[in-house]
């Protein structure tokens, strides 16, 4: 008992120790379920895939899954359904009539089209080469006007990934033959452009890089556009084949510091008003399991796409490059046609946004990168990403001026797990995600964790909150908040800071007695001392609390103890200890025992013995 204690607290010594002063790369706070709402819907059954949909109503999603689907709603619990299916859901789609629904039982890809109430009980047709063979295949899809767009792999034994489409009216469309191993992460629609004819298709991937050079990088991450108006080539060239197709690599990396990342993870898309100006936020991670996210425009892609040259391309044939997408590309020229073909990659590298490096360069681990914008007072907008973590957490990150603040993180469940799938609703502002076994709803405008003061909830920076004179609460046009800087100062100038009231606690300690007293740290970004009298000491940070060990209680040791924290130009006091001697001898305790024993009616008040360790830890703390 007292072992463990004590290692928990050596382990989150050296840890604190270890982070230095890389504050800013930590989440402020963390907020468990005694913070935040979370919503939570247990699956029957295990799922080693669980696909994610807006569902019908707000607070309502489906989720596909090892032969079954549901339909969750988390605002009516008992109106929550599920169905039986022949297969485990890879691809879920839906427009104003039906679901579009893909499955496998690991041989045998199938799709069909579902009224949206009977889930997955419908007509299934083969497909191959659209929907994956395996659950484990990534193959992200869109489904736009009845045509599925998919990156399956065309083989069982898991090759021949590509872009294809297939369904509507314009028949098939195949990407050529792989030429490397490639893995699919993310696929978006680049428009409504001014004439629709030129909308693309921008896709996300990552493949083994062909450069077999031991120097080489291992992987190589790409974006690659194909005309949405594309009907392949004639007969004799790109016959039922992409003629726009054409990748350029993703560039995220600091050069100076010999820092690049080049295997992409995952994608989000925002779309702006104006196509050019939507962003894609791709998170990548380095052969030092390190990540970093770097922020493109459409507009910047595009640019790469119609500018730049083509590699290897030394005679370019008139009309064939820039692509300009047109009705019939079964008419191009066979010139046009054959270039198309033979110079599939630009020259160029699209770059993250304004010549950026990594907006956010970080040592945890994530996997999942969903991205949101928030309204701030006025025209003001603000992004927050959501990061999931190996471990089941998610990191609730601030993107400002090219700079990440980790706002939080969240802990929806109450074990490690493995986040499999990550849904966000921005109307409704939750977050969804799923394990094998359970489905979350986070409230991304749940505010009460970050405190009770005003102060508290603007030091948050959180754009979905604000204070709103007695509580932190969902942001309003009525809430106080600030967003850009954080200053507390934002409160006073509302005239709606409230009364912060000390907590005072009175002690009586016997002589001689050993003790701590502890204080929360709810903000990783805050320093927490400890003022007694003229003196200030530091904390001995353990388990989420600012600890003062007193070694052996004596008169000088009387006297208020105060934790005092102090964030950016903000400094408050959280809690006060009034220690007061004892004197009955008759309750001391023997030195030679170093048993865990409380001797306050208290809580906060625990007495130990730390003799033994006490020069360890004093030469750790300095
Ligand atoms: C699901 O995952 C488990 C453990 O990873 C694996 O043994 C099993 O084969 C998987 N099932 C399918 C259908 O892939
Ligand atoms: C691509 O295709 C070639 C030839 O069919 C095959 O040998 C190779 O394994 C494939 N690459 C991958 C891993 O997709
Ligand atoms: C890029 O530059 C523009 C204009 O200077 C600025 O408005 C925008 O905030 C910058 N974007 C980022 C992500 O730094
Ligand atoms: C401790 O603080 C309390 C309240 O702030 C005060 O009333 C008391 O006199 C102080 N005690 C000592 C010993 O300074």
């Known amino acids: 008992m ?113 009224p949206k109430e009977t889930l997955c009980s419908c007509k299934t047709y083969s497909a191959e080469g659209s929907a994956p063979f395996s659950v484990n295949e990534r193959a992200p899809s869109l489904y736009i006007e009845k045509e599925l767009y998919s990156t399956a792999n065309l083989y069982a034994q898991g090759d021949g990934a590509g872009i294809r489409r297939h369904g509507g009216t314009r028949g098939r469309i195949w990407s050529g033959a792989n030429k490397t191993e490639q893995i699919y992460v993310g696929m978006t629609l680049s428009g409504p452009r001014a004439d629709r004819l030129q909308d693309r298709i921008y896709t996300f991937l990552v493949e083994r890089n062909l450069d077999q050079h031991p120097e080489a990088d291992l992987w190589v991450s790409r974006v690659t556009q194909v005309c949405k108006a594309d009907r392949g080539g004639t007969k004799a060239i790109l016959q039922n084949q992409w003629t726009s197709l054409l990748s350029a690599q993703l560039f995220c990396g600091l050069p100076e510091r010999k820092l690049g990342f080049k295997h992409l993870l995952d994608v989000s898309i925002l779309h702006a008003d104006s196509w050019r100006d939507s962003r894609v936020y791709a998170l990548f991670t380095n052969g030092w399991g390190m990540s970093a996210v770097c922020i493109y425009t459409m507009g910047d892609i595009d640019d790469v796409f119609t500018k730049s040259s083509l590699k290897g391309n030394r005679k370019p044939v008139p009309n064939s490059h820039p692509i300009k997408c047109v009705e019939d590309s079964r008419k191009l020229p066979q010139e046009v046609l054959r270039q198309r073909k033979d110079y599939q990659e630009t020259n160029d590298w699209v770059r993250p946004v304004n010549g950026s490096g990594p907006f956010m360069v970080s040592h945890h681990h994530y996997r999942h990168i969903r991205a949101d914008r928030v309204s701030g007072k006025g025209l003001r907008q603000h992004t927050v990403l959501l990061l999931s973590l190996e471990r089941g957490a998610v990191h609730k990150v601030l993107e400002q001026n090219g700079q990440a603040f980790i706002i939080a ?41 970050y405190g009770q003061q005003c102060e508290d909830c603007v030091l948050a920076r959180d754009p979905y909150c604000g204070w709103d004179g007695s509580q932190c609460t969902a942001a309003s046009g009525h809430t106080i908040q600030d967003v850009e800087h954080g200053s507390y100062l934002m409160c006073k100038e509302g005239g709606k800071t409230a009364k912060n009231v000390v907590p005072h606690e009175v002690h009586r300690v016997p002589l001689s007695a050993r003790f701590f007293l502890q204080c929360p740290m709810l903000s990783s970004h805050a320093q927490y001392r400890w003022h007694h009298q003229e003196q200030q000491r530091e904390c001995l940070p353990a388990e989420g609390q600012c600890l003062l060990l007193i070694e052996k209680m004596s008169p000088e040791l009387e006297g208020n103890y105060s934790c005092v924290a102090s964030e950016r130009d903000y400094v408050w006091t959280l809690i006060q200890y009034e220690l007061q001697t ?27 013995s730390i003799a033994p360790l006490l020069p360890l830890l004093l030469t750790l703390i300095n």
């Open 2 to 114: 007292r072992l463990s204690l004590w290692t928990v607290l050596l382990l989150s010594i050296l840890f604190n120790a270890a982070k230095g002063t890389n504050y800013h790369h930590n989440p402020r706070v963390t907020l468990t379920e005694k913070d935040v709402s979370f919503r939570r819907h247990r699956l029957s059954g295990e799922h080693n895939r669980t696909e994610l949909l807006q569902g019908p109503k707000d607070y309502s999603i489906y989720v596909g899954g090892h032969r079954k689907m549901f339909l969750i709603d988390f605002q009516a619990p008992s109106q929550s359904k599920e169905g039986v299916c022949e297969y485990d859901i890879t691809i879920l789609h839906k427009d104003e009539e039906d679901l579009f629904v893909c499955g496998t039982n690991g041989i045998h890809p199938v799709c069909c089209h579902t």
């Open 582 to 608: 004892e004197i009955d001898t008759g309750q001391l305790v023997p030195s030679s025992q170093h048993e865990l024993k409380t001797e306050s009616k208290s809580e906060q008040l625990v007495s130990f």
């Open 409 to 449: 993180e969240l802990h929806p469940f109450s074990h490690r797990t493995h986040i499999q799938n990550m849904l966000l609703q921005p109307s409704t502002k939750r977050l969804y995600v799923s394990t094998s076994s359970e489905v979350v709803e986070l409230d991304l405008r749940s505010c009460q964790g």
